[in-house]
């Protein structure tokens, strides 16, 4: 079974996407209990200043990130109420060059009351589906899972070779032997 502590991919965008597993009757929602431990995982890829949002803007954030990210693996034009919600989300916390001692950085600015979090979650959603990397986005070849991945080998077919990779390699193995 999968969980917060295997997910597949290096993306923020794929990671919050990856938190409801669908292929599961009914889905299953690993914030339920993991929201907190979620954005504690994905600490190394959120800006500076970036505190955990509510379950429920997480939530909220996510359904749309998976909307578009499913609609770009499908090679279809995504839902406009979810194109709007990463748009929002993105807009919501604007961005700045701040020059340093060591050159520039990005400055994200959350005083008007947007989440930093959401904002780069919602911002990785937008250079995925729309850069270089668009085309290595796909969904795990396992018939019972769900999840979706950045594949930096085009031959990658399952989200964790670990778990789904071995599971279908195995049950291939035992019907060879039947």
Do not use: Y
């Amino acid at each position: 079974m999968l969980d917060l502590d295997s997910l597949p991919g290096d993306d923020l965008a794929v990671n919050l996407a990856d938190t409801v597993l669908l292929a599961a009757s009914p889905s299953i929602d690993l914030l339920d209990d993991g929201h907190d431990w979620f954005w504690a995982t994905q600490a190394s890829r959120l800006p500076k200043g970036a505190r955990p949002p509510s379950a429920e803007q997480t939530r909220r954030l996510r359904s749309a990130v998976r909307e578009v990210l499913e609609a770009a693996v499908a090679a279809r034009e995504p839902e406009a109420w979810a194109v709007e919600r990463v748009n929002a989300a993105a807009a919501a916390v604007p961005v700045s060059p701040r020059l340093t001692a060591r050159g520039a950085e990005t400055t994200w600015h959350s005083e008007d009351g947007g989440e930093i979090a959401l904002a780069a979650a919602a911002v990785a959603a937008i250079d995925l589906v729309s850069g270089p990397r668009a085309n290595l986005l796909k969904r795990c070849g396992a018939h019972d899972c769900s999840m979706l991945f950045v594949a930096a080998n085009s031959r990658r077919v399952w989200c964790t070779p670990s778990l789904c990779g071995n599971r279908v390699r195995v049950a291939r193995h035992a019907k060879k032997e039947n």
